[in-house]
């Protein structure tokens, strides 16, 4: 094996521990912005050395196997993971791309990226039949009963219509304050960020624990749909609302990638303040036909991409390591 191959190995293993430790067991072992150097590094090598990309390489799959205890949920459309992009010129890059491939200038709708985890809502008739997580974006965990617990989440819509719908459960931040000052109080071990203690009071088998964390949610997505005839993301987000489920109002429709870049400028200032922990913004193409005609990659749609903040300045010790970003 030369040396590229082996580094190429090494960062697998690298990234399947700590996906395992942040996706199954809700306890990170190292920072996120550790995790996606890792993670882009092993990207470049394998733009490189396309020889290299392995099918079960950690830039061909989203999450990680999903824990054994709940019932698995077959997502009939997959639940994706998202592109990155970290700077303006990986958002020009975007759209550049995207206007080549269509030959016309898409509008955007522009979302917060909530950091929590991705949960899908399956309506029968209207009624709340079934909640799942993403797990590995086909096979996902069924936590009805915990998604149940969570007050946003209506358990009835208001017109009897089967739809899944889709979105990001998560803890407020009044919500983890008090829960690390319960768990201080009590002298156990403290939740690193909101996310991990969401995602891990998700997956609870007791329900009691769920309710005990009072998360909250958004939904940004339709899965599967019967009876709904939509042609457009923010026409879905619009329709979500006035079913009843909880969407996020901070959301814009950007005519061009200047008003997306002047989006995220906004809440790159803004962002503390908001009452719930956000990562980045997301961007999306708006028109349905315009999203068919971009398609997929193995991983994420191509209509749509997470800009994500740069990492805070943090010094984190873990494992005994001082992790200085
Ligand atoms: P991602 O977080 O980069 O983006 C995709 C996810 O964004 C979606 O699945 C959805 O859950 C979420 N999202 C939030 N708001 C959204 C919106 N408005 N519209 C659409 N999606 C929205 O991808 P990922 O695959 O879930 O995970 C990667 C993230 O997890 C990275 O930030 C990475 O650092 C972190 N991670 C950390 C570790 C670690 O060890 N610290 C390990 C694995 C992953």
């Known amino acids: 094996m030369d040396n590229i191959e082996q580094r190429v190995k090494e960062l697998h293993k690298l990234l399947y521990d700590y996906g395992y430790a942040y996706y199954v067991l809700d306890d990170p072992i190292v920072p996120d912005a550790v995790y996606d150097q890792y993670l882009h590094e092993l990207i470049a090598l394998e733009e490189q050395n396309p020889n ?5 390489s950690p830039t061909q799959r989203v999450g990680a196997v999903v824990s054994e205890g709940f019932k698995k949920v077959t997502h009939t459309t997959p639940m994706l993971s998202l592109s990155n992009a970290f700077n303006e010129e990986d958002l020009r890059d975007f759209d550049r791309r995207i206007v080549g491939l269509i ?25 709340l039949v079934r909640g799942a997580t993403r797990g590995d974006g086909t096979t996902g965990e069924d936590i009805t009963t915990n998604i149940k617990t969570i007050r946003a989440i ?39 960020n909101p996310r991990n203690a969401a995602a891990g009071g998700l997956r609870q088998l007791d329900p009691k624990m769920a309710a005990s964390r009072n998360l909250s949610m958004f939904v940004y997505g339709m899965g599967e749909t019967e009876d709904v005839n939509i042609d457009r993301h923010s026409e879905a987000l619009q329709y979500f609302k006035v079913q009843g489920l909880p969407t996020n109002k901070e959301t814009r429709k950007c005519a061009s990638i ?68």
């Open 52 to 56: 290299l990309i392995f099918p079960d």
């Open 103 to 127: 030959d016309e200038t898409p509008a955007y709708v522009c979302e917060l990226k909530i950091d929590g985890l991705a949960i899908s809502l399956l309506y029968v008739d209207g009624i």
């Open 154 to 192: 209506p358990l009835r819509l208001k017109d009897p219509v089967t739809i899944e719908a889709r979105g990001e459960a998560y803890m407020p931040k009044a919500s983890f304050q008090k829960l690390n000052e319960e768990r201080a109080e009590r002298g156990e071990e403290l939740f690193a």
């Open 258 to 325: 200047e008003e997306v870049l002047t989006f995220i400028e906004e809440w790159t200032t803004n962002r503390n303040e908001l009452p719930y922990e956000i990562d980045g913004i997301v961007i999306k193409v708006d028109d349905y036909a315009q999203q068919e005609e971009l398609g997929f990659t193995a991983k994420s749609p191509r209509f749509a991409i997470a800009y994500k903040f740069p990492a805070e300045e943090v010094v984190t010790t873990i494992i005994g390591i001082d992790l200085t970003i």
